[in-house]
């Protein structure tokens, strides 16, 4: 393998220090315009290719930004660093992403990492396993821009990018109400992760504002943060056990489109009619939900404007004139329901 060219290649090439040569290529203005040039020929010359890593350790600034998502393989995350990095792009920013994999563990050691090469924000969305938050704290501490999205910590002092999804949550199920449905079940996320609480809690509060009877046997709470496939398996498990029930419910509210796509997948299967016999509406809006037959009906979280939020925020916290006081933002974005065939048993909705 061909050797690297280094500072000091360079610098023994024209019989100067290291320092010098890494002042010319930074354009310090104590240096000779001679000397920059030769310094920039030879670079160009040998093929020089800077360190930014040891450029940033030095100069206390990198234009790198970490992202930390809990997993890379859905479009859900995928569209919200889409969103970020449309907006950082533009003033110089690059981005390294990490992948907890929703453990805790994980998510100290990508933090650790992010710091130790001296990113100049972090823009993290918080593993499921997470129920302490010192290891986010930590980052606060050390002056760097903290910007959660999605899942935020509620404790935490940092700018956040969340959508409402005790509107979500309610929204989806008024709709289903308007539809004719009076006995709906809902998959439910656990509920130590606050966006489920707040899903549960708009359907909790649409049943009760529009006197629908609520029944806990047609409440099933699940992990549904895990692998796509597993999530449709549990999809179709969870409507098995409603429709092994003595009193089947006439609809699915469920606060993942995975589950509610493995619902659909099981129904079909079974020449179940969707929407007259039971009535689905989703979480996410996810590409498959357009696609599945019948469509899905799904809350659309703007992930895209929740990337480009969460940028925004980052932006405003590094252009923050040092001793300003620091006043943590939430940014509350609105859902949208967007209404397929699944749900769709009043053809004039």
């Not at 907890?100 to 972090?122: F, N, P, R, Y």
């Not at 499921?128 to 910590?153: A, M, Q, S």
């Not at 493995?262 to 020449?271: D, P, S, T, W």
């Amino acid at each position: 393998m061909k050797k690297k060219t280094t500072l000091s290649d360079i610098a023994k090439k024209l019989n100067v220090t290291p320092s010098t040569v890494s002042r010319a290529l930074d354009d310090h203005p104590r240096i000779s315009d001679s000397t920059k040039k030769a310094v920039l020929k030879i670079a160009h010359q040998f093929n020089y290719q800077p360190n930014n890593i040891a450029s940033a350790l030095r100069k206390g600034k990198s234009n790198i930004i970490g992202v930390i998502v809990p997993t890379s393989d859905r479009q859900f995350f995928a569209s919200i660093i889409r969103g970020i990095e449309e907006i950082v792009r533009n003033e110089g920013y690059s981005l390294i992403i990490c992948q907890s994999d929703e453990q805790t563990s994980k998510e100290k050691e990508k933090i650790d990492a992010l710091l130790q090469i001296q990113v100049d924000g972090i823009i993290a969305s918080v593993a499921k396993e997470t129920t302490d938050y010192d290891h986010f704290k930590k980052i606060r501490n050390r002056g760097v821009p903290l910007v959660l999205y999605d899942r935020i910590g509620e404790s935490l002092e940092a700018n956040a990018v969340v959508i409402n999804d005790y509107m979500g949550g309610y929204i989806a199920v008024e709709h289903l109400i308007q539809q004719g449905c009076k006995k709906i079940a809902h998959f439910a996320g656990q509920q130590h992760i606050g966006i489920y609480q707040d899903r549960m809690r708009g359907y909790l509060e649409a049943m009760k504002a529009y006197n629908i009877p609520f029944n806990e046997e047609w409440v099933i709470e699940s992990d549904l943060i895990d692998d796509t496939q597993k999530i449709l398996e549990l999809g179709k498990e969870m409507t098995q056990q409603l429709l092994n029930l003595p009193e089947r419910p006439d609809a699915i509210f469920s606060a993942s489109d995975f589950a509610a796509l493995g619902a659909i997948q099981f129904l079909n299967e079974k020449k179940i009619s969707i929407p007259d016999e039971i009535a689905l509406v989703g979480y996410s809006n996810d590409f498959a939900s357009s696609i599945i037959e019948p469509g899905l009906t799904s809350i659309d979280q703007y992930t895209k404007q929740m990337g480009n939020m969460a940028a925004k925020h980052f932006l405003n916290q590094i252009n923050t004139k040092s001793g300003e006081q620091f006043t943590p933002e939430l940014t509350l974005l609105t859902p949208e329901l967007v209404i397929r065939a699944s749900s769709l048993r009043n053809k004039h909705v």
